[in-house]
T-cell receptor
Framework: DAGVTQSPTHLIKTRGQQVTLRCSPK?????VSWYQQALGQGPQFIFQ???????QRGNFPDRFSGHQFPNYSSELNVNALLLGDSALYLC????????????FGPGTRLTVL | KQEVTQIPAALSVPEGENLVLNCSFT??????LQWFRQDPGKGLTSLLL?????REQTSGRLNASLDKSSGRSTLYIAASQPGDSATYLC??????????????FGPGTSLSVIP
């Protein structure tokens, strides 16, 4: 049973570009959450997708958007990249219901030059 | 607004010592609390999950406790080993009808176990 997978592993972009990160949830999970982790800090919640809709959002600008597909996989899109967007982006999957454990993927390391 | 803090920020101990990591949160309305381990540049590995109705969970040399009323959790690591060196993060899952599965993380404790 594959756990949460993310692609790509590493990514280098320049300021102003756009990036798309991908996540496949653990088998049987229907909810995907995205987190940004800057160096030396804990992960910060970006948003969560359930039933192909954004269900909740953290304190991130509209440059950060996402999508969930019918197979529950998800994408995170970031437009107009800033140097400060450099971080590890983590995806977590869970079952809808509010009490279940979240399982995290290995993350995508984004570097903005 | 839920805030999670962890003390200490960094800890260095000799191999074999028992140690305690602390986590505090400001809002007791949580579904659960999770402890994670993170190796440098890697994703998160779940160590223990404590539901809000539980007081503690154990896995091998790890024991986590939860006191929801005081907003505190501890992670106890027995007989520490160099392989335990990593950053340990605690995270609470908020409860409430407007907080679906939202997880708030602490900043982490960086642990070094010296051989």
């Amino acid at each position: 049973d594959a756990g949460v997978t993310q692609s790509p592993t590493h990514l280098i972009k320049t300021r102003g570009q756009q990036v798309t990160l991908r996540c496949s949830p653990k088998s049987g999970h229907d909810t995907v959450s995205w987190y940004q982790q800057a160096l030396g800090q804990g992960p910060q919640f970006i948003f969560q997708y359930y039933e192909e809709e954004e269900r909740q959002r953290g304190n991130f600008p509209d440059r950060f958007s996402g999508h969930q597909f019918p197979n529950y996989s998800s994408e995170l899109n970031v437009n107009a990249l800033l140097l400060g967007d450099s971080a590890l982006y983590l995806c977590a999957s869970s079952l809808a219901g509010g009490e279940d454990e979240q399982f995290f993927g290995p993350g995508t390391r984004l570097t903005v030059l | 607004k839920q805030e999670v803090t962890q003390i200490p920020a960094a800890l260095s101990v000799p191999e074999g010592e028992n140690l305690v990591l602390n986590c505090s949160f400001t809002d007791s309305a949580i579904y659960n609390l999770q402890w994670f381990r993170q190796d440098p540049g890697k994703g998160l590995t779940s160590l223990l999950l404590i539901q809000s109705s539980q007081r503690e969970q154990t896995s091998g040399r790890l024991n986590a406790s939860l006191d929801k009323s005081s907003g505190r959790s501890t992670l106890y690591i027995a007989a520490s080993q160099p392989g335990d060196s990593a950053t340990y993060l605690c995270a609470v899952m908020e409860a409430g009808k407007t907080s679906y599965d939202k997880v708030i993380f602490g900043p982490g404790t960086s642990l070094s176990v010296i051989p």
